[in-house]
């Protein structure tokens, strides 16, 4: 979250929460060795940083309206 903007939506805790939910809802994972423990959760964390993003711009292009057939 260092490089993130001041004003950023999610905060710390809800990052670690989120992470917490994937790591430990998902199915045993087992490490190969010390960097692809570390690896895991730093590439979860920016997946939910992303998705949150996506989210957020989502709202601004309507992702919010209800589709309706013709």
């Given at each position: 979250?260092?490089?993130?903007?001041?004003?950023?939506?999610?905060?710390?805790?809800?990052?670690?929460?989120?992470?917490?939910v994937?790591?430990f809802?998902?199915?045993?994972?087992?490490?190969?060795?010390?960097?692809?423990?570390?690896?895991?959760?730093?590439?979860?964390?920016?997946?939910?940083?992303?998705?949150?993003?996506?989210?957020?711009?989502?709202?601004?292009?309507?992702?919010?309206?209800?589709?309706?057939?013709?």
């Amino acid at each position: 979250m260092q490089g993130e903007r001041a004003n950023h939506s999610l905060e710390p805790s809800a990052l670690v929460n989120a992470l917490c939910v994937r790591l430990f809802g998902a199915q045993p994972v087992s490490y190969q060795d010390r960097a692809h423990f570390l690896l895991s959760p730093a590439q979860m964390m920016r997946r939910i940083l992303i998705d949150h993003a996506r989210a957020g711009q989502a709202g601004k292009r309507g992702g919010e309206r209800q589709r309706v057939s013709r």
